[in-house]
């Protein structure tokens, strides 16, 4: 299915309006939150911007889920404001050279370039934590290693005795970007499959993208640089590759795109391993997570309202997969212990159930035979707008006419009867008749 329309996307925010009202009595309003921890201690204003720039690099991964407005900060941010959580520690070091290296030019007329060379090394260790309403509880854990350097350009024939100033620069402009990989690698890892082309000519780069993340994905704008020393010449190459669509969790795709010879100024550039560059933006407003929580939403008296004509204005735009997961979450709803008649079905959850119409049919047909009543019911009044077409579920409103629950055994007769069906079971038309 097609990303939704502007106005599709405004129409189901709108109605989520009323929601966050609910949500500032106790339930979360966002989706994630980044809660970052560093041990280092150059300076203050350097420990300062490292965790800005955590934050930032990490929210640049979660695109769609973190909140815009959100400010960098070293403060952890309010419990149960957002559903999920994830928790940066980084733990490393970042160590700039005593002394200016000379970075030889690919061209001969080009000058050189004096820099200093500040070398990151460490762990990220990363926690996805979900809100259940008094707390964090973890959902996922992973950890991350990196060995990262960075080039400081500084004037020629720096002296000694300036070299502390710029060694501290150096430092201060080493930015955290491995944080990214650490996160992208596990939600989202990007493979390369190929590379054809001759050497210094227009090369095919073909990519795998895995979405192992909790949240379908909308969008990706996506780089990979690498170089190829096997040439005479030695090249470095880069492509853009972008994704657009909906690839939900567990789904993986493939992107083709055109790579170019990249141009670099210095000989170090070609030693640089292959990059992968991601830019991904997630929906959770689209795929099973949101069904799941919208039909959560639907067991609370405060919240059943909003979430009933949020899924009912949606129905129209689901997948396949989302209706039958919004079917299996629906029918759970239709349990009672006890029902004494059609009216004891909740009837949100049966027009519902109505709507989505035959995806929801074999969910119906197990519950035709499932230990609740309720559910044996509910599943049996539904089945009278929905058409019987499946041997199955025909078979199991028959043996429903025998149910120990009366009302269970009249809305199966009804089901039966509005489909066309006959309430016993024709003879076998191959079977030999008995010449008695």
Same mark, same amino acid.
């Given at each position: $299915?097609?990303?939704?329309? @502007?106005?599709?996307?405004? $129409?189901?925010?709108?109605? =989520? ?31 300062? $911007? ?7 690099? =990490? ?15 070293? &403060? ?15 733990? #490393?070091?970042?160590?700039? !050279?005593?002394? =200016?290296?000379?970075?030889?030019? $690919? ?6 370039? %004096? ?6 090394? #460490? ?19 992973? /950890? ?21 100033? @710029?060694?501290? /620069?150096? *430092? ?8 990214? &990989?650490?996160?992208?690698? %596990?939600?989202?890892? *990007? ?7 001759? +050497?210094? #000519? ?35 190459? %880069? ?9 939900? +969790? #567990? ?29 991904? /933006? ?13 039909? !959560? ?33 629906? *029918? ?11 009216? &004891? ?11 989505? !119409? ?19 019911? !509910? ?47 024709? +003879? ?9």
């Amino acid at each position: $299915m097609g990303s939704l329309g @502007w106005r599709a996307v405004l $129409m189901v925010a709108s109605l =989520a309006v009323p929601a966050v009202a609910v949500a500032q009595r106790g339930r979360p309003v966002a989706e994630v939150d980044v809660v970052v921890k560093t041990n280092l201690q150059t300076t203050p204003e350097h420990t300062k $911007m490292y965790v800005s720039t955590l934050q930032r690099y =990490a929210r640049m991964c979660l695109a769609g889920l973190t909140s815009r407005s959100a400010a960098a900060t070293s &403060d952890p941010p309010q419990d149960g404001v957002a559903r999920y959580r994830l928790t940066v520690v980084h733990a #490393g070091s970042v160590a700039a !050279g005593n002394r =200016a290296e000379i970075g030889r030019p $690919m061209e001969r007329s080009s000058p050189s370039v %004096h820099y200093l060379l500040t070398r990151q090394k #460490g762990k990220f260790e990363f926690e996805l934590s979900r809100w259940t309403g008094t707390a964090y509880t973890s959902a996922d854990k992973w /950890t991350s290693s990196f060995a990262t350097t960075h080039q400081t350009v500084v004037p020629p024939g720096v002296t000694r005795s300036d070299i502390s100033k @710029w060694r501290k /620069t150096a *430092i201060m402009r080493t930015y955290p970007e491995a944080v990214k &990989d650490g996160i992208l690698n %596990h939600i989202l890892p *990007i493979r390369v499959v190929r590379t054809v082309g001759p +050497p210094g #000519g227009e090369q095919n780069v073909v990519l795998a993208v895995t979405n192992q993340a909790l949240w379908p994905l909308k969008a990706a704008r996506i780089g990979i640089t690498w170089s190829d020393p096997r040439p005479r010449q030695a090249y470095r190459y %880069h492509a853009d590759l972008n994704y657009s669509g909906l690839l939900m +969790p #567990g789904e993986k795709t493939t992107l083709q795109g055109k790579a170019k010879v990249w141009n670099i100024s210095y000989y170090y550039e070609l030693a640089m391993p292959t990059q992968i560059t991601a830019m991904p /933006t997630f929906d959770p407003l689209r795929g099973p997570v949101w069904v799941r929580r919208h039909v !959560g939403l639907m067991k609370e008296a405060g919240t059943r309202p909003v979430a009933v004509r949020l899924i009912e204005r949606s129905l129209g735009r689901l997948t396949p997969l989302e209706m039958k997961v919004a079917a299996e979450a629906l *029918i759970e709803l239709l349990a009672h212990d006890a029902p004494q008649s059609e009216a &004891d079905v909740p009837q949100d959850a049966r027009r519902l159930l109505e709507q989505i !119409g035959q995806p929801a049919a074999p969910f119906l047909a197990d519950a035709l035979a499932h230990d609740n009543p309720g559910m044996r019911l !509910g599943a049996a009044c539904v089945f009278q707008k929905i058409k019987v077409t499946d041997p199955t579920a025909i078979d199991r409103l028959r043996a429903a006419l025998k149910d120990a629950c009366e009302p269970v055994r009249a809305a199966a007769a009804k089901a039966l009867e509005a489909s066309g069906v006959k309430a016993e079971a024709e +003879p076998d038309a191959t079977q030999q008749q008995d010449p008695k």
